[in-house]
Every structure is written in structure tokens, then in C-alpha cells.
Nanobody, 120 residues
Framework: QVQLVESGGGLVQAGGSLSLSCAASGNIFSVNIMGWYRQAPGKQRELVAIFTSSSTPTYADSVKGRFTISRDNAKNTVVLQMTSLKPEDTAVYYC??????????????WGQGTQVTVSS
């Protein structure tokens, strides 16, 4: 079974920093995309930062210059470093990956979500 296990998150004051980590485990043949989404109360899930086929990550405009995503392909992990956090960054953050396991195709997997709360 493939799963994404997240760690990090929590409560921080505005202007502070947090780091989120995600590790893919299980019967993994390859991982193509890997990154983070978030969902605030009453809002749709939105992209935060992600690695796709390119080695250059894509960021949401709202986090550019404040968040940095990094990936370790050998370990199938991805880390989101968040700085200069704002109250509007408050959300449940989800790790997302496209993973090829027993299937010939890459399937979408999601982590269980981790809460990030930024107080003003």
C-alpha cells in the first residue's frame, strides 16, 4: 500500500515560520509530481507549491518569495519551508503526489492533511 505521511504544521504567530514534511512510502516504482495544496475553511483546495515534470517548482502567487519547496527524489520526500506567515495562510495543508506502484500509470495520492494556523 502506498501512503503519504505528513509532519509539521501547528500554531505560529504572523511573521513566523513553519516547515512541513511529506514522505511517500510503500510499494513505489516512481513518483512524478509531488507537492502541497491547502484548503481554508469555506474555500476550495488550492495549489501551494509543486514539482511536476520540470525540476523547477511551481508556486501560487500568494506564497512566492515566502515559501520554498524542496524534494529528495531518492527518499520520495518533499519539504515546504514557510516563512513570513500571514493569517491568510491558515489552512489544512495536504501533500499530493503522483505515484506509480503496481499500476502501469501514476495515480494521485493525498496525505491526511496537517493544520497550519497563523495568529495575528
Amino acid at each position: 500500500q502506498v501512503q503519504l505521511v505528513e509532519s509539521g504544521g501547528g500554531l505560529v504567530q504572523a511573521g513566523g515560520s513553519l516547515s512541513l514534511s511529506c514522505a511517500a512510502s510503500g510499494n513505489i516504482f516512481s513518483v512524478n509530481i509531488m507537492g502541497w495544496y491547502r484548503q481554508a475553511p469555506g474555500k476550495q483546495r488550492e495549489l501551494v507549491a509543486i514539482f511536476t515534470s520540470s525540476s523547477t517548482p511551481t508556486y501560487a502567487d500568494s506564497v512566492k518569495g515566502r515559501f520554498t519547496i524542496s524534494r529528495d527524489n531518492a527518499k520520495n520526500t518533499v519539504v515546504l519551508q514557510m516563512t513570513s506567515l500571514k493569517p491568510e495562510d491558515t489552512a489544512v495543508y495536504y501533500c499530493h503526489a503522483g505515484i506509480r506502484s503496481s499500476s502501469p500509470y501514476h495515480l494521485a495520492y493525498w496525505g491526511q492533511g496537517t493544520q497550519v494556523t497563523v495568529s495575528s
